[in-house]
């Protein structure tokens, strides 16, 4: 899958099993799609559009009536990659093969020219009647795919083929048709994010304004590509990767020790966090007072990434750059001088980019390739970053 194609309409038909897709829509978001609910209305019976909003975090609308400044159903079905329908119910199918458009699913559907799936679920003898197998034949002849629904107990006492399939099974050919294979499995990714803090006294530090958004955004692609990760993280909010090993470290040098001891055994060093030059020549243990506060004599840090690199093997590196000025001459500098392969250059003029959820900047690779990128969020860069370790890793 290409890293950005990723944005979901998951349509919802007025079937049981409705309740199902609540965790359908959480696998799917677990494994990194972006995902929109469009229910139908009447499948609200059993699934209400709240339930659907708190689990989507998005605004879920049933009608093109709602929100019509936007024209929804035409900027939801140009944003869309994918578009998954489940359950589809006898009456959507049939309402899909006909071409209706009387909700904003329907609407979506025919204004969309993406790969469709549809995960039917209804009773038997509703599935076998020869109206629903001549609607099934028309959509797959039209290229939408259609799985078989599973055989076994329906809700009442009856039996048949007719069952939502396990959500698992759905996953595994929705992940088949979108391509998104977990193409970092058995990779072990090492990731440093945050800033560092160099301390002065118990009170004061020397820090930086970086906010480890973007190194969050690594680990969690990271993760939903099926590598192992571990991110050094210094100073900053990890309560959202609680399924990863993270080491906490505060200063450049528990920084680097902690990298250190990764290292050998990873197979791509990323290097986001935003690491302190220098570092005062003396912390102490009392508070100083202000009267005599006026200098802070520094010492340097070492080069974390330029030290690592130089003990390297197999490793792909990939470092960042924040610059204010000469930004791709400046960057090219770093990525032949700390023997990286890959190399993104921040603007970081007026603080912008620290603490956003997007970026702009400029991929640089050994070989010279330059993908400038406007305004992108955190998240498409994390994966295109992954791509090219992907790539260089062969
Ligand atoms: N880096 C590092 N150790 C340092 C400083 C930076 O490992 N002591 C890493 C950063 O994590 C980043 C890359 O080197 O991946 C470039 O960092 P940057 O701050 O842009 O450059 P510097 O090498 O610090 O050079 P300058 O401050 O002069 O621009």
Redesign the pocket.
Known sequence: MSAIAREVVLGVGAGIAAYKSCDLLRRLQDRGYAVTVVPTPSSLNFVGAATWQALSGRPVATHVWENSHEVSHISLAQRAHFFLIAPATADLIARMSAGRADDLLTNLILAANVPIMIVPAMHPQMWNDAATVANVATLRSRGYVVMEPEIGRLTGSDSGQGRFPQVSSIIERFDQLTGNLRDLQGKRILI?GGG?RESIDPVRFIGNRSSGKQATALATAAVLRGAEVTLVAANMDTSSLDTLAVHHVES?AQ??LA?AKEFESCDVL????????AKPSQSTIEKIKKAIFTTIELE?????????SRKKSQQIM??????TSNLIT??QA?LK??G?DV?Y??DVSDGAIFGKDTTSGTIITRNGEEIALKEVSKDALAHLLLDHALRQLG
């Open positions: 440093s560092t450049a920084m680097h990298l990323i290097m986001c966090a935003a690491v302190a030059d340097p840090n070492p080069d974390i990434l330029a030290e690592l990939i470092g960042f750059a924040a610059e400046s960057a770093k001088s700390k990286l190399i250059v921040n």
